[in-house]
């Protein structure tokens, strides 16, 4: 029996559109935010001020019902600001006070302007979607999505993501200035922007349904091999001193699962792989200081070996 793909996506359909009347444009990073949710991921957004990194954590948040979290960070938080602490009473007794990182879309923003202690806080969260503090675990609410944004690497006062921080992330996406076009588009519908009429759109059930039914989507042999082989190439390249780890794979597997999906097919074409593998390996490639020098970038890198890496045929 066929199955009704229309159907099982429309969810999915109904937060793109909703969550598009407040975004003007920025197809590339909605996109992004929406596989991430399918994929139970977290997506690093990077971009200057003013480009609607709030504004896209805030919409996606209230569109799916979710209770949304900012954590705007500076150097001189601790870990407890972000994960939560246990206050203690003259008697004895304690009572834990959640941090901000219990919420259903947290928004980390300008992570890389804490120190890489207080960054670390987010590492069991986004990992196993719990926080233990002082021995003892709790649980964070699901679904659990965390949206980092991050100022451009050399301003001031900023400290570099670790490697196993952006590793994290299943994806980077980067949220420019808009274009001519979309900036006239923005000023026209101001009014409305400022106090948009959004609602929500699907529920947790719904969103546990799109999560599960992303699974049923078919990935042969030749794609598993082609998604290997692109990371291995990138991992080997002369260039590259630190390459994508095995959670690299697992994000373009996963990811070119939800990408075929959203566009109603039950199966992944080397076509969704390469949608997103910028998004997936720009963020996990560490470039030798001698590339850096010649002005080598990751996504040159990543352009490279698509061209190098056979396309597989898929019938």
């Not at 990073?29 to 896209?56: D, M, P, W």
């Not at 590793?167 to 420019?176: E, P, T, V, Y």
């Amino acid at each position: 029996m066929a199955l009704d793909m229309k159907s099982m996506v429309e969810p999915a359909r109904r937060i793109w559109n909703e969550v598009s009347k407040v975004v003007i444009g920025k197809d590339d990073v909605k996109f992004i935010l929406l596989v991430a949710l399918l994929c139970r991921g977290h997506v690093l957004i990077e971009g200057l001020a003013g480009s609607a990194k709030t504004t896209l954590a805030k919409s996606f948040a209230k569109v799916i019902g979710g209770d949304f979290k900012r954590i705007q960070f500076t150097p001189d938080m601790l870990p407890s600001d972000v994960t939560g602490f246990y206050m203690y009473t003259p008697d004895g007794s304690s009572r834990f006070i959640p941090g901000p990182i219990f919420g259903n879309v947290v928004l980390a923003d300008e992570l890389n302007r804490t120190t890489p202690r207080t960054q670390a806080g987010l590492l069991e969260a986004m990992q196993e979607h719990q926080v233990t503090v002082e021995g003892r675990t709790h649980p964070l609410p699901s679904p659990f999505m965390v949206i980092a944004s991050q100022v451009p690497y050399g301003a001031e006062g900023t400290y570099p993501l670790t490697e196993v921080q952006t590793d994290r992330f299943m994806f980077r996406g980067w949220s420019a200035y808009p274009g001519r076009e979309v900036e006239q588009q923005v000023i026209e519908k101001i009014d409305y922007l400022e106090e948009p009429d959004i609602s929500m759109v699907v529920g947790d059930e719904e969103i546990a349904d799109l999560q599960q039914a992303v699974k049923i989507v078919h990935v042969s042999e030749k794609i598993r091999d082609y998604i290997v082989t692109l990371v291995e190439h990138t991992r080997q390249h002369s260039d590259v001193l630190i390459g994508p780890s095995p959670r690299a794979s697992i994000a373009l597997y996963k990811g070119a699962r939800a990408a075929a999906f959203l566009q109603l097919r039950d199966y992944v074409i080397p076509d969704d792989v390469k949608l997103l593998v910028t998004a997936v390996m720009e963020h996990r490639i560490h470039l030798r200081p001698e590339a850096e020098m010649e002005d080598v970038t990751p996504k040159r890198i990543i352009e490279r070996v698509l061209e190098d890496v056979p396309v597989p045929k898929v019938g």
